[in-house]
């Protein structure tokens, strides 16, 4: 790729693969999907159980609903570390995950500090709404379809959260979990996002 | 009337770099040349170019204990391409006078 004079019709050529080939460019943010969505679904479904037949969660359990969000935070750490070593190049899209998904946590870290003793309720049920609106912005900012359905499918875990009991807003919060990260998650797998 | 392309972006392979890097936040030199398929010489001139018109910045850094070159688009290269993009549409679809 040397020629320095060429037609109008061999630029737009150019431009037109190299911006193929800059859009190809893997932003591995299914892996997070999938982490994460497997995270929350665990802590949630333990929740439920816990809510529902306590006499089930016993200390291990306890300990492992806790434990979850440490793992998950130093498997995310050192895949960050491994990306950081191997990308070559890196695309706008990662900024939109980045701030998206540290606005969700930054959100919903407020909501579950500040409420969680005296209302559990509360990060119950937005968590499926927060989760979904950022899935959902971040879907419309990617152009991925399927986190945009998924997103609003979060969205509407609330609306059916606000009519039931505390134990089974927990049960919709881990199936949002479900939707909203671990459908995307293997769509972008499958792929190749 | 056509107008003049602008000659640093009007050349394949500078072409190719400014396209690339206009869809990315910021890439290597090992990436811009794996995918322009050019020798690390050429790139290297051609980059140059780029940098002196100020079209966009070269850091130099390391990975661990590799040295790396990134290079990352600035806002007058992003109005040089947006301005080259247009003026190639007059050329393949002229407005009749």
């Known amino acids: 790729m040397n020629k320095q004079e060429f037609s109008p019709d061999d630029s737009l050529k150019t431009i037109d693969q190299a911006l193929r080939q800059a859009k190809a460019e893997k932003t591995g943010a299914s892996?997070?999907?999938l982490l994460w969505g497997a995270i929350?679904?665990?802590?949630?479904?333990?929740?439920?159980?816990?809510?529902?037949?306590?006499?089930?969660?016993?200390?291990?359990?306890?300990?492992?609903?806790?434990?979850?969000?440490?793992?998950?935070?130093?498997?995310?750490?050192?895949?960050?570390k491994g990306d950081d070593r191997r990308e070559k190049a890196r695309g706008y899209f990662e900024n939109v995950y980045l701030f998206?998904?540290?606005g969700f946590a930054i959100a919903y870290g407020i909501i579950f500090l500040t409420s969680v003793y005296r209302d559990p309720v509360l990060p119950a049920i937005s968590f499926p709404l927060?989760?979904?609106?950022?899935?959902?912005?971040?879907?419309g900012i990617t152009k991925h379809k399927a986190s945009i359905i998924c997103g609003i499918l979060g969205m509407i875990c609330t609306g059916v959260s606000l009519n039931v009991s505390?134990?089974?807003q927990y049960l919709i919060a881990a199936l949002a979990a479900v939707i909203v990260c671990i459908v995307p998650g293997l769509l972008m797998k499958y792929k190749n996002v | 009337?056509?107008?003049?392309?602008?000659?640093?972006?009007?050349?394949?392979?500078?072409?190719?770099?400014m396209s690339l890097l206009i869809g990315l936040e910021?890439?290597?030199?090992v990436y811009l040349k794996e995918k322009t398929n050019t020798s690390a010489g050429n790139l290297s001139l051609q980059l140059d170019k780029l940098k002196k018109a100020g079209y966009i910045t070269i850091t130099k850094g390391f990975k661990g204990n590799y040295p790396v070159t990134t290079c990352k688009i600035t806002s007058k290269g992003i109005q040089a391409f947006e301005n080259y993009v247009e003026?190639?549409?007059q050329y393949l679809h002229p407005k009749p006078s």
């Open chain 1, 166 to 168: 505390l134990e089974m």
């Open chain 2, 26 to 29: 910021e890439a290597e030199f």
């Open chain 1, 100 to 102: 998206g998904f540290a």
């Open chain 1, 130 to 139: 927060l989760l979904g609106f950022t899935v959902f912005v971040v879907g």
């Open chain 1, 40 to 80: 929350l679904f665990i802590y949630f479904f333990l929740l439920f159980v816990k809510a529902w037949h306590p006499e089930v969660i016993g200390g291990l359990l306890t300990t492992l609903m806790y434990g979850v969000f440490p793992i998950g935070g130093l498997l995310s750490y050192l895949r960050s």
């Open chain 2, 87 to 89: 003026d190639i549409k």
């Open chain 1, 31 to 33: 892996f997070y999907y």
């Open chain 2, 1 to 17: 009337m056509f107008k003049n392309l602008d000659p640093v972006l009007h050349a394949q392979l500078r072409l190719a770099v």
